[in-house]
């Protein structure tokens, strides 16, 4: 298994643009989250998946969208990127319900938007 | 939903047990209450998780209290490589992590 994959690694945006930062995990895990964090600071929720076709948000979901179409993708899309989110993106994932639940992370994506 | 309430630094001697507390006092009674730790920038990293008993695993023990409302992670032998950020976090029946600030450990020679 390949966990959870994030890319891309790194990403530097001009004001305006937008782009998908993806994620995928090959474990069949049901529940998916995307969280964000600057610098210093901690973790920050910002939308999360309980299953294909499901998703919710988080504490900071302004500015961001997100789709579930498939268990093993969980996409967080940025429309027109802001200063403000300049931050590292994790993705993480966690088979809820079984007797083992740990979450896993993606490697993360740094994203700069100047 | 509930909220954990961590402190923000914790210093520990190498080779001596670090013990970090964790306040949930809100946490309903089917609410896992998990720990992580981040070092660095990296992805956090998974310790332990439980319910309602301690539990014990290769890296450390989670002691919850009986009310459930607090509970305290034990390193039972730091090293300098547990310096790390450590996250108490609940998750709720729903699906919602959230993680709160953490405690900063430093290990200290």
């Known amino acids: 298994n390949a966990g959870v994959t994030q890319t891309p690694k790194f990403r530097i945006l001009k004001i305006g643009q937008s782009m998908t930062l993806q994620c995928t995990q090959d474990?069949?895990?049901?529940?998916m989250y995307w969280y964000r964090q600057d610098p210093g600071m901690g973790l920050k929720l910002i939308y999360y998946?309980?299953?294909?076709?499901?998703?919710d948000k988080g504490e900071v979901p302004n500015g961001y969208n997100v789709s579930r179409s498939t268990t093993e993708d969980f996409p967080l899309r940025l429309e027109l990127a802001a200063p403000s989110q300049t931050s590292v993106y994790f993705c993480?994932?966690?088979?809820?319900?079984?007797?083992?639940?740990?979450?896993?992370f993606g490697s993360g994506t740094q994203l700069s938007v100047l | 939903d509930a909220k954990t309430t961590q402190p923000t630094s914790m210093d520990c001697a190498e080779g001596r047990a670090a013990n970090l507390p964790c306040n949930h006092s809100?946490?309903?009674?089917?609410?896992?209450v998990y720990w992580y730790r981040q070092i660095h920038s990296q992805g956090p990293q998974y310790i332990i998780h439980?319910?309602?008993n301690n539990e014990t695993n290769e890296m450390a023990s989670l002691i919850i209290t009986e009310d459930r409302k607090s509970s305290t992670l034990i390193l039972p032998h730091a090293t300098l490589r547990d310096t790390a950020v450590y996250y108490c976090?609940?998750?709720?029946?729903?699906?919602?992590?959230?993680f709160g600030q953490g405690t900063e450990l430093s290990v200290k020679p």
């Open positions: 976090i609940v998750r709720v029946m729903g699906g919602k992590l959230i």
């Open positions: 474990m069949n895990h049901n529940y």
């Open positions: 809100t946490i309903s009674g089917n609410e896992y």
């Open positions: 998946s309980v299953g294909a076709g499901i998703t």
């Open positions: 993480a994932s966690i088979k809820a319900g079984s007797t083992n639940e740990k979450l896993f």
């Open positions: 439980g319910l309602k």
